[in-house]
């Protein structure tokens, strides 16, 4: 147990958050928090004994408020990384930086293909043969900032943008606990010059283990 304390920012649905609630990671989730009142992931961490927190950003005159509000929140319980997980606001500069490092984000693509939204609907409008997610340290630029890892998916004959969706889906629940167990395990940082440093290497077991 590295003794890491992470903190979840969720917007909706949460099933990259219960990805992670279930993937047994070396670590405390401390909180999941949404800037939605309604987000369906509210629940499903408090079932889990998660505890959960609203700021919500219709309560606050601009982004720079609500961020700063937010961050006091996430500071609370002093998080070592700060997963977002479907959260779907803008976040300003001064954030960002706040948390350079150990703020972590997945986007529904292959990265630098297709930021924004509607990903899967893009894709098959551009026809690519290959989709998939990304996991990235955030940068002040939506969708941008150091690649730490990826999965790639096959777009298929007949795909729709649901069929797709759940395909590179399938792939977030994978990828998403993978990377975070990683951070947890002191396998991946952010370097100063923003090259990401991560160490895939298994680790061996401790003695008494097989
Ligand atoms: C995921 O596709 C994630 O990549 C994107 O938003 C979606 C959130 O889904 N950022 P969920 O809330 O984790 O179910």
Redesign the pocket.
Known sequence: MSGKTIVIL?S??????EALLEARLPARIAAVISNDPRAR?LATARARGIATAVVDHRAFPDRASFDAALAAEIDRHRPDLVVL??FMRILTETFIERYRGRLI????SLLPAFTGLHTHRRALEAGVRAHG?TVHFVAPEVDSGPIIAQAAVPVLPGDTEDLLAARV?AE?HRLYPQVVRWFCEDRLRLGADGTVIVDTAPVPPSPGTR
């Open positions: 969720i909706g649905r949460g099933s990259n958050m992931g997980a479907g984000n997945i986007h529904p997610c889906l977030e």
